[in-house]
């Protein structure tokens, strides 16, 4: 009688333990591909950046971390080398001043800080607004390219909106400070820590 009791709650706790497993599995599994996926976007996008800058280093084999003071985290860079020579890098950066959070972004820039590129991979903007920092759903993203910390000088980097030298997205401030604001302080990490992060050809994502 009590064993007739008990299998149904023997049965019904081991179909939901089969369930868990199941379950973190697939996890574990779709996690990986996320990943792996994600790194590959941007692998792509880092490479179509770079453009016209030579290099002949593997850049998923050489890249590194570099701590970017009141970002959401460390930036992992991608260190391009021609000849074992320093010629720029790509900066994964996520900054958490977006009007609806995180926003990433890749900035690319020649080993004497001029920006090659910026674009962002990610973001939750608001769409018809905040998302036109997409460069498929405009240009102003492109006004960072040839830009660096002597032009403009740092102090005027924000947007027009804010007495800066950079285009405000209309109705969109927020979000444009926050991109703005993220490239700035992307430069000016890579500025004062380009000397460490170019001493080792090795992977060193530990590296601030």
Not at 132 to 147: A, C, L, N, P, V
Not at 180 to 204: H, I, M, P, Y
């Amino acid at each position: 009688m009590r064993l007739n009791t008990l299998r149904p709650a023997l049965i019904l706790a081991g179909l939901g333990l089969a369930a868990a497993v199941l379950l973190a599995g697939l996890d574990q599994f779709t996690r990986e591909r996320i990943a792996d996926e994600r790194q590959q976007r941007a692998l792509a996008a880092v490479s179509a950046m770079l453009g016209e800058i030579g290099y002949d280093n593997d850049l998923l084999d050489d890249t590194a971390r570099l701590g970017i003071p009141d970002l959401a985290e460390p930036a992992v860079v991608y260190r391009a080398r021609q000849d074992g020579k320093p010629v720029a890098v790509v900066m994964d950066v996520v900054t958490s001043a977006g009007y609806s959070g995180d926003i990433r972004l890749l900035i690319a820039a020649d080993v004497d800080g001029t920006v090659l590129g910026v674009r962002v991979v990610e973001h939750r903007e608001t769409p018809g607004l905040g998302d036109k920092i997409e460069r498929r759903r405009s240009d102003w993203i492109e006004q960072f390219d040839g830009r660096s910390l002597v032009e403009p000088p740092a102090e005027d980097w924000a947007p027009d909106r804010r007495d800066g030298a950079f285009d405000t997205l209309t109705s969109a401030t927020i979000t444009s400070a926050a991109v703005v604001d993220a490239v700035k302080r992307a430069l000016q990490a890579f500025e004062s820590g380009k000397g460490n992060l170019f001493a080792t050809t090795e992977n060193t994502e530990g590296t601030e």
